[in-house]
């Protein structure tokens, strides 16, 4: 630590200088999200395949380190404290072992890791050297999210009986720069259902239990798009519509469907049902303050609001009305500012969410709470994602195996 603040070192941080305006999640995200916590994070170095990327971030943003080698940043800076994550999914691995074996704590982008042998061999370092991890399933921390959960586990619901989970984005067919071409390839992304990580976590956090059997099926259904450097095509074999059946906690059933080939896509909405009322967190509008030219804002965030209604049993039995009646009849839930830990974001930064993450990340270092998602929370998801493999392969339903935990 530096006068009480923990160092940090990102892996992955160059400009990509791209024709879409919109800059390496690095850049436009933690960087941020950690300058602007400088009482609790010293951004001591970056490090990136080439040094003449990393001294460009480090002379941007005020980095006093950069380097090309993490082995190199891990022995000249002995006294890190974390180490940041942010590759392409194949390289991460390769990035958190040395780090996690060096003794530091690690922030690690998602997924994971391509593999679930990977991601177990990270859990179980980690767990060895009791040291705390992050993985960065950012839309955990969103406000509406977190007061869902707090909601869900009050009992404002009643017994959660039933949800249903969709995200529809346009990310797989719409065209594309050659940078991002890693998105679409199996190899680079790992698990083929990977990119419904997210909503996994969310599912799992929201309720409070993990999913334990699931009916899968994935698809890959637009293996082609624009390439917008060149003119011609980005082809690839990464799967882009998941749709499950899956069960949690034992009894809570429901649906979730990811497509990333929806045109005009409504983003996320997800509606839990209980023997007391509903809660429904949705995606209403994309943020307005997304400059191409400056790379300011972020054209993915969906702004979440959270919606609800409870029951009222006594008034229904003393004036009965037909079901229909209550249909659609929730109403916008404020959300308490105590689930807003960080100033100085618009929700319509992609660094507002890493910023609540590294703050939450930061307390559980020093032990203040654990910090979540973490590696034992996201090695659930590696075991989700081979049951659902192993269903799709079967075209039956399989239970997830959690033994290796």
């Known amino acids: 630590m530096?006068?009480?603040?923990?160092?940090?070192?990102?892996?992955?941080?160059?400009?990509?200088?791209?024709?879409?305006?919109?800059?390496?999640?690095?850049?436009?995200?933690?960087?941020?999200?950690?300058?602007?916590?400088?009482d609790t994070f010293n951004l001591a170095a970056v490090c990136t395949t080439k040094m003449s990327s990393a001294s460009e971030t480090c002379q941007r943003f005020g980095i006093p380190h950069a380097f090309d080698s993490v082995d190199r940043m891990l022995a000249e800076l002995p006294d890190l404290d974390i180490v940041c994550v942010s590759v392409r999914p194949s390289v991460h691995h390769r990035v958190a072992l040395p780090a996690l074996k060096a003794g530091k704590h690690v922030y690690c982008e998602l997924p994971m890791a391509v593999t679930t042998a990977q991601a177990q061999e990270m859990y179980e370092l980690a767990k060895a050297g009791n040291l705390k991890s992050q993985v960065g399933y950012q839309h955990h921390f969103e406000p509406a999210s977190l007061h869902m959960a707090e909601l869900i586990q009050s009992g404002f619901i009643g017994k959660p009986l039933s949800f249903s989970h969709s995200f529809f984005s346009g990310?797989?067919?719409?065209?594309?720069?050659?940078?991002?071409?890693?998105?679409?390839?199996?190899?680079?992304?790992?698990?083929?259902?990977?990119?419904?990580?997210?909503?996994?976590?969310?599912?799992?956090?929201?309720?409070?239990?993990?999913?334990?059997?699931?009916?899968?099926?994935?698809?890959?259904?637009?293996?082609?798009?624009?390439?917008?450097?060149?003119?011609?095509?980005?082809?690839?074999?990464?799967?882009?519509?998941?749709?499950?059946?899956?069960?949690?906690?034992?009894?809570?059933?429901?649906?979730?469907?990811?497509s990333l080939t929806s045109w005009f896509g409504t983003g996320t909405r997800f509606e839990i049902y209980g023997t007391e009322g509903m809660l429904m967190l949705a995606a209403v509008e994309t943020p307005k303050n997304w400059d191409k030219q400056k790379g300011d804002g972020d054209p993915t965030r969906g702004m979440l609001k959270l919606y609800g209604a409870r029951a009222s049993h006594e008034q229904l039995y003393g004036d009965p009305i037909a079901p229909e009646?209550?249909?659609?009849?929730?109403?916008?839930?404020?959300?308490?500012?105590?689930?807003?830990?960080v100033s100085g974001f618009s929700h319509g930064q992609a660094a507002f969410e890493v910023a609540q993450a590294w703050s939450s990340f930061a307390k559980g270092i020093r032990g203040e709470k654990t910090s979540s998602p973490n590696f034992t929370d996201v090695i659930k998801i590696h075991y989700v994602l081979d049951a659902a493999e192993r269903s799709v392969a079967t075209g039956s339903w399989q239970k997830v195996d959690y033994s290796k935990l």
């Not at 923990?6 to 436009?28: K, M, Q, T, W």
């Not at 239990?209 to 699931?214: E, G, L, Q, R, S």
């Not at 009646?325 to 830990?341: D, V």
Request: aromatic fraction near 6%.
């Open 325 to 341: 009646r209550l249909q659609r009849e929730f109403k916008e839930i404020e959300i308490p500012a105590r689930h807003t830990a």
């Open 2 to 38: 530096s006068n009480g603040r923990l160092n940090v070192g990102i892996v992955g941080a160059a400009f990509a200088h791209s024709p879409d305006g919109r800059e390496r999640f690095s850049v436009r995200a933690h960087i941020p999200a950690l300058l602007k916590q400088s």
């Open 171 to 258: 990310a797989y067919i719409m065209p594309r720069p050659g940078h991002r071409e890693w998105l679409f390839q199996a190899e680079d992304g790992g698990h083929p259902g990977y990119r419904s990580g997210q909503s996994l976590q969310r599912l799992m956090a929201v309720l409070g239990a993990d999913v334990t059997d699931i009916c899968a099926e994935m698809r890959v259904m637009v293996p082609e798009r624009r390439n917008t450097d060149t003119d011609g095509l980005i082809k690839g074999n990464q799967v882009d519509n998941m749709n499950y059946l899956l069960r949690v906690g034992g009894d809570v059933i429901g649906t979730m469907q990811t």
